[in-house]
T-cell receptor, first 114, second 112 residues
């Protein structure tokens, strides 16, 4: 049973560019959450997708957007990249019909903005 | 906004020693979760707690949901070198729409 997978593993972009990160949830999970983790910090909640809609959002600007597909996979898009967007981006999935707070994380995508 | 206070910030122990870390909140929490994160990896769920007073074990790890619902602790018994990593507490409380709130982590180093 594959866990949560993310791609790419690493990415280097320059300021002003746009980036798309991808996530496939664990089998049987239908809810996907995205987090940003700066070095030495805990994860910060970006948003959560369920039934192809954004259900909740953290304190992130509109430059951060997402999408969920019918197969429950998800994308995180960040426009107009800033140096401060450099971080580890984590995707987490929660089980369908289960307790949504119990989230399982992927290995993350490390984004470096130059 | 809501903050979780996690302590200690870091620990350096000898192999075989027991470890204890805790998290406190200013609000009543509905869920407490403990994660371990290795460098460059995503957090791995260790233990999930859903009821006040609940005590749950996962191998050498034991965690408890505090009776006041404002705290939780994680104990590791007989530590081994592979316990090295950063341990995070996380939880949800009524009114934040079930979003996970995270502590800042406890960095554990184990001397073989």
């Amino acid at each position: 049973d594959a866990g949560v997978t993310q791609s790419p593993t690493h990415l280097i972009k320059t300021r002003g560019q746009q980036v798309t990160l991808r996530c496939s949830p664990k089998s049987g999970h239908d809810t996907v959450s995205w987090y940003q983790q700066a070095l030495g910090q805990g994860p910060q909640f970006i948003f959560q997708y369920y039934e192809e809609e954004e259900r909740q959002r953290g304190n992130f600007p509109d430059r951060f957007s997402g999408h969920q597909f019918p197969n429950y996979s998800s994308e995180l898009n960040v426009n107009a990249l800033l140096l401060g967007d450099s971080a580890l981006y984590l995707c987490a999935s929660s089980p369908a019909g289960g307790i949504q707070e119990t989230q399982y994380f992927g290995p993350g995508t490390r984004l470096l903005v130059l | 906004g809501q903050q979780l206070n996690q302590s200690p910030q870091s620990m350096f122990i000898q192999e075989g020693e027991d470890v204890s870390m805790n998290c406190t909140s200013s609000s009543i929490f509905n869920t407490w979760l403990w994660y371990k994160q290795d460098p460059g990896e995503g957090p791995v769920l260790l233990i999930a707690l859903y009821k006040a007073g609940e005590l749950t074990s996962n191998g050498r790890l034991t965690a408890q949901f505090g009776i006041t619902r404002k705290d939780s602790f994680l104990n590791i018994s007989a530590s081994i070198p592979s316990d090295v990593g950063i341990y995070f507490c996380a939880g949800t409380y009524a009114g934040n729409n079930r979003k996970l709130i995270w502590g800042l982590g406890t960095s554990l180093a184990v001397n073989p």
